[in-house]
């Protein structure tokens, strides 16, 4: 399996990186993004098989990065890892196509879980 990390904080991609590998994903392949247009380009060469992106970065934020993947790859899974949770911000995550956010902080079993949840 092959996860594409978005997140303009690099300790953020660590943490994600670690809580993966917590509840046993530490055979998979990460690809790491620090914003939604080097998460595009990685997205064409590599084709992962999820993408956990934030929503708020440079250059591209993250629901640019969704309404663009949703034009390519329309059932790629894709999750939301944020600081950012109202609920209308959730509303539109999911109007475009995100299958689950989660809210900073999180624990790796909630990660998981979510994961395991669009996965199965």
Excluded at 3 to 26: C, E, H, N, P, T
Excluded at 48 to 69: C, E, F, K, R, T
Excluded at 86 to 108: C, D, V
């Amino acid at each position: 399996m092959h996860i594409l990390i978005v997140d303009d904080s690099k300790i953020m991609r660590q943490i994600l990186k670690r809580a993966l590998v917590k509840v046993g994903y530490s055979d998979v392949h990460v690809s790491e993004a620090a914003n939604g247009l080097e998460a595009l380009d990685s997205f064409r060469k590599d084709k992962p098989d999820i993408i956990l992106s934030d929503w708020n970065m440079p250059d591209m934020d993250g629901m640019g990065l969704l309404q663009a993947i949703r034009q390519e790859d329309p059932h790629i899974p894709f999750g939301f890892i944020t600081a950012q949770s109202t609920a209308a911000l959730r509303e539109s995550a999911q109007y475009y196509g995100a299958h689950f956010l989660l809210s900073k902080p999180f624990t790796p079993e909630t990660l998981n879980a979510a994961i395991q949840s669009v996965l199965l």
